[in-house]
Antibody
Framework: EVQLVESGGGLVQPGRSQRLSCTASGFTFGDYAMSWFRQAPGKGLEWVGFIRSKGYGGTIEYAASVKGRFTISRDDSKSIAYLQMNSLKTEDTAVYYC?????????WGQGTLVTVSS | DIQMTQSPSSLSASVGDRVTITCRASQSISSYLNWYQQKPGKAPNLLIYAASSLQSGVPSRFSGSGSGTDFTLTISSLQPEDFANYYCQQTYSTPFTFGPGTKVDIK
């Protein structure tokens, strides 16, 4: 059974950093791209970015709203995808989801809430 | 960036009704269009990918159609568990933008 579990959320002050993890099981992690999404409280879905599998170059793309501040990475040996978030702003407050895949994200984690507030 | 719009923004329907939600892209996206269902407090659930392909495990009352700029999600006979928010998303080019969502609630 495919499972994705996000962790690392919590309360963080503006300007600080936070790293989210997405721990995967039930599939060959290294064969898949991994995507990150977020949803601000009461708002719609926003694509954050993805990282391709090593087989497709491991390249990464980001939304403009996070480019230069967020970094997506992966550790295929541990089946974990990461979202490193730097210079956090109050508008980054959201539930963050990871998902398997790039164009067809069919499996999602339960999400982890990041609250950016002083 | 490709802008996605959805209509209506909300609708009220009864169990058994046929429901249609429309999604429009600001430029042609071929068939690179996904539909998701999301219930409160839950992660989105992929219903339809590539505009008309039913995701594994999704009931056949859900169907998608369209290509280019205009797309439709149809629920042939609304069930109690279908009351939720629905989002379209284009995966033609990054950033992979979403529509603003359609809330389907009980009449």
């Amino acid at each position: 059974e495919v499972q994705l579990v996000e962790s690392g959320g919590g309360l963080v002050q503006p300007g600080r950093s936070q790293r989210l993890s997405c721990t995967a099981s039930g599939f060959t992690f290294g064969d898949y791209a991994m995507s990150w999404f977020r949803q601000a409280p009461g708002k719609g879905l926003e694509w954050v970015g993805f990282i391709r599998s090593k087989g497709y170059g491991g390249t990464i793309e980001y939304a403009a709203s996070v480019k230069g501040r967020f970094t997506i990475s992966r550790d295929d040996s541990k089946s974990i995808a990461y979202l490193q978030m730097n210079s956090l702003k109050t508008e980054d407050t959201a539930v963050y989801y990871c998902s398997r895949g790039r164009e067809k994200p069919g499996y999602w984690g339960q999400g982890t809430l990041v609250t950016v507030s002083s | 960036d490709i802008q996605m719009t959805q209509s209506p923004s909300s609708l009220s329907a009864s169990v058994g009704d046929r429901v249609t939600i429309t999604c429009r892209a600001s430029q042609s996206i071929s068939s690179y269009l996904n539909w998701y269902q999301q219930k409160p407090g839950k992660a989105p659930n992929l219903l339809i990918y590539a505009a008309s392909s039913l995701q594994s495990g999704v009931p056949s009352r859900f169907s998608g159609s369209g290509s280019g700029t205009d797309f439709t999600l149809t629920i042939s006979s609304l069930q109690p568990e279908d009351f939720a928010n629905y989002y379209c998303q284009q995966t033609y080019s990054t950033p992979f933008t979403f529509g603003p969502g359609t809330k389907v609630d009980i009449k």
